[in-house]
């Protein structure tokens, strides 16, 4: 049961939040094609791992190539929606 505790985080008695995705296996050798999905909310399974996915953060999907340290995680964390801006100092960002 300890390998599993990450996915149980929000109840055990509820159990993880997974979503239902089309998962096709690919012969060996071959690549498989990309997931495309909307539900950021899905739990990353162990069996995810090695699997591309397109996560819609909004506008655009984004790739996410899933690895063992993704699991237990949300799709919806690795597909930022915002960009990321800074402002330099000395530099009114008002001028």
Known sequence: MLFTRPLLARSVWKG???VPLPIARTKAGERPPPI???????TILPNFVGLIFQVHNGKIYNDVVITEDMVGHKLGEFSMYASITTVKSGVSPIA
């Open 16 to 18: 993880p939040h997974i």
């Open 36 to 42: 495309k999905t909307m539900a950021r909310s899905a």
